[in-house]
């Protein structure tokens, strides 16, 4: 596998040879201070180039960065399936190579850099030819912190999952596998991130990243909710389902109302009354009430 310093070599190496690329940024978890580092990270990269057209017409030119093992193209994805894409102002390419390195490759021109380069304060500048980059502060993962939440947004949250959880347990009745499953997973368990996050973000005082999709939550969490956390995962079982169910309910309780009266927030104890015992009946349920029914 190439090395960092190999790969910050031949990165910087094209740029500086092909004067169609004026400028070069960084950005991600390798400019992350706080983000454990390993060597999977990605290289997303940003070259500023003063036109696209040129690049997309050849595509060979990305071949000096190394064997590739896979590529996806999302602009053009998008477009085959009518997405509006804007190739004249951006255009990546996410390239795994057979080393095990990876590079997301972003052309944008000057104008569209303009427009974003200040939003992400994970920005790292690379390369300037001509002093275009707008001046930056040192790379922060300010722009990724969890956001306390509204009460608005907080009974939400309450609201959405105490209500899915019907949606699950009626898919378990009927044998719905795929129904339950999904509903669990993409229903219920988005409200369940949301609080787990704020209930971090709360103990922190509003200043951490807990990753994408909260892959840093065991950094976060206590050994208890950790352990109640990976206890929300199940398999194709119904019953391993119904128990992670109950702990996911159990886990969500808990952080809401540590987050409810941390700010003197409402958490609606009759919607999880109400949703507990509705829950508790339906595992019960036998099968015959579908007859009586």
Known sequence: ????????????GVANKDE?????????????????????QDYDIVYVVTETESFLRDEKW???????????????????????????????????????????LRLQTKGAM??????????????DKDSILPPIAPPIDSSYYVKQPTEAEFMNCCNEFWWCQQNVAKG??????????HMYELTSRAPLD????????????????????????????????????TATYSN????????????????FRTLAQEVAAAFSYTYRLEDDTNMT???????????AAQEIY
């Open 194 to 229: 949301e609080m787990v996050s704020w209930w971090i973000g709360m103990k922190y005082d509003f200043k951490v990243s807990t990753g994408k999709m909260g892959k840093y939550f065991n950094m976060y969490l206590p050994t208890e909710y950790w352990e109640m956390y």
């Open 236 to 251: 194709a079982n119904y019953e391993q389902m119904w128990d992670s169910i109950f702990v996911t309910c159990e886990l």
């Open 114 to 127: 303009l427009d974003t380069y200040l939003e992400d304060s994970l920005t790292v500048p690379l390369l």
């Open 172 to 181: 378990i009745w009927r044998d719905e596998l795929s129904y339950a499953k």
């Open 1 to 12: 596998m190439r090395s960092e310093q190999e790969m910050f070599d031949l990165i910087l």
């Open 20 to 40: 169609r690329i004026r400028a070069v940024y960084m950005n991600g978890s390798r400019t992350n201070p706080n983000a454990p580092k390993d060597i999977f």
């Open 277 to 287: 015992a509705y829950l508790t009946r339906m595992r019960d349920l036998p099968e």
């Open 62 to 104: 990305i071949d000096v960065f190394g064997e590739r093992l896979m590529m996806q193209e999302p602009d053009k994805n998008d477009q085959a399936v009518g997405i509006e894409t804007h190739y004249e102002r951006t255009y990546i390419y996410l390239m795994l190579f057979t080393d095990g390195n990876r590079i997301d």
